[in-house]
């Protein structure tokens, strides 16, 4: 029943089916690019800026103009995370494992278990190379199974490689923790000039249990809602191949090209990346968003061919970050609005006067979960949110490790509701957004549970 039209609501979950879908319904019709969130967004916040503060609109502007500039280190950090990881996840060797990867599952079940689990570890590795992983290795799936007689439902597929990226935030490219372990970033304020390192969240016992929790159940959920033997599926469409990578075919005639031909200069990049990385630890530096990238870009340096290949793989990485850059100018017109008005205090003082101790990781959560609809992009929500959430765990008492990890875990967790990041996995796929929303609706619900239960015991 290969012809049938892509439906989600092929033996999906009740919960999904009865709670999710008016959300769904919504969201397909009513979200906006985050471009345009952005704006509004930031004429949402200085008109809050002007009624709650008392601040002239000139105070607003001044203070938005002042912060557009507040962000640019960090913006180029974001932007060289999801750009390494796009080319890592397009090296040779990674797409030859993606390949392998394929051949392992021998059921539908068994397939959209393994899809989620390996684009959850590659996510945690780091984001853009989970996004990416997830939507080549279910199509890679797709293809095998259709040439084995493996009926699989490939939307189901689809959804199981997005909805790794739960839990991408809580893992070594997390922008929220990698923050705030880092010396002089725009946390540094709310921290009172401290950092927190990463044993005390991405690495903490509780996060990493949580991170476990979230794996388990969501890959239980999925075995749970694949169709029985007999329901009717929607294959790989018979005209729908491999994912075929480029070849990078450079005419080799001058010397010049002859250099860029050999692999013998990004070799020594690599091994002298890794040299530097390990000093850096042995010394007992600490991981940072810096030390993040450049581990990436080691790897990247010691996996490609030559100079050729990697500009190559750049150029194709490349158009994935150029709205990030658009919009982080913004957030950080925003974060200036709200320091220089004083609004930050107004919300941190709202959150605190219906929280306590131990409410406040999973209202953090929830409020989290909602901005994220606004501001998709984790290193930007955190520029908005991020200050607040600390000053007002400052006033509570509460660690501002667990304020980074909740603010954290409901920016990915609505990311299973939020098409923004599904957007490239999407288009690997052939499918839209509709087509998957009712599987990742399972994801949300699952996911949302395991970490709203960490946050409460971890504030006992």
């Known amino acids: 029943m290969s012809a049938q039209k892509p439906s989600t609501q092929v033996n999906a979950a009740a919960a999904s089916k009865g709670i999710m879908r008016p959300v769904n319904r919504f969201l397909e019709q009513w979200i906006p690019s985050a471009l345009t969130f952005a704006i509004v967004l930031t004429l949402i916040v200085a008109v809050l800026a002007f009624i709650l503060t008392g601040a002239s609109p000139l105070d607003v502007v001044t203070g938005w103009g002042e912060g557009l500039a507040g962000l640019l280190a960090f913006m180029t950090q974001m932007c060289l995370i999801l750009l390494l990881g796009h080319i890592l996840a397009n090296t040779e060797p990674v797409q030859k494992l993606l390949t392998r990867l394929a051949r392992v599952p021998g059921s539908p079940a068994f397939a959209y278990v393994f899809v989620f689990v390996v684009a959850a570890v590659a996510s945690l590795i780091t984001w853009g190379l989970g996004l990416v992983v997830g939507a080549l290795l279910a199509r890679e799936i797709a293809v095998q199974a259709r040439t084995r007689g493996i009926k699989v439902h490939f939307p189901l597929l689809v959804a199981a490689g997005y909805s790794g990226f739960v839990v991408w935030h809580m893992g070594y490219s997390g922008s929220g923790p990698l923050t705030a372990a880092t010396p002089d970033s725009f946390l540094a304020e709310s921290l009172g000039g401290e950092v927190i390192p990463v044993s005390e ?13 979230v794996i388990v159940v969501c890959a239980v959920l999925f075995f749970l809602v694949a169709p029985k033997k007999d329901a009717p599926v929607y294959e790989l469409p018979e005209s729908i191949a491999s994912e075929s990578r480029s070849t990078v075919d450079e005419e080799v005639v001058t010397p010049a090209d002859r250099i860029d031909a050999s692999r013998i200069l990004t070799l020594i990049v690599g091994l002298a990346l890794v040299i530097y990385l390990a000093v850096h630890f042995a010394q007992g530096g600490g991981l940072t968003l810096d030390i993040v990238n450049w581990s990436f870009l080691a790897l990247i340096f010691l996996l490609v061919k030559n100079p050729f290949e990697l500009i190559h793989l750049t150029k194709g990485a490349a158009s994935n970050v150029g709205e990030i850059l658009l919009q982080f100018p913004l957030y950080a017109g925003i974060l200036g609005i709200m320091s220089g008005t004083g609004l930050i205090a107004v919300f941190s003082d709202a959150l605190v006067s219906v929280a306590n101790p131990t409410t406040f990781g999973i209202l953090a959560l929830l ?33 501002p490790s667990v304020a980074i990890m909740a603010v954290s875990y409901g920016d990915q967790w609505t990311n299973m509701l939020q098409p923004f990041w599904a957007l490239p996995v999407l288009a690997i796929a052939g499918l ?14 699952g996911s949302g549970v395991v970490m709203a239960a960490a946050l409460f015991f971890v504030s006992l």
Do not use: C, E, H
Request: proline share 3%; no cysteine.
């Open 201 to 213: 969240t991405i690495f903490s016992t509780w996060n990493l249990l949580a991170i476990l929790a």
């Open 367 to 399: 409020s989290a979960g909602i901005v994220n609809f606004f501001v998709p992009s984790g290193g930007g929500q955190f520029a908005v949110q991020g200050p607040i959430m600390l000053d007002a765990a400052n006033q509570l008492g509460v660690d």
């Open 432 to 445: 839209k957004m509709r087509d998957i929303l009712g599987y990742t609706s399972v994801t949300f619900l």
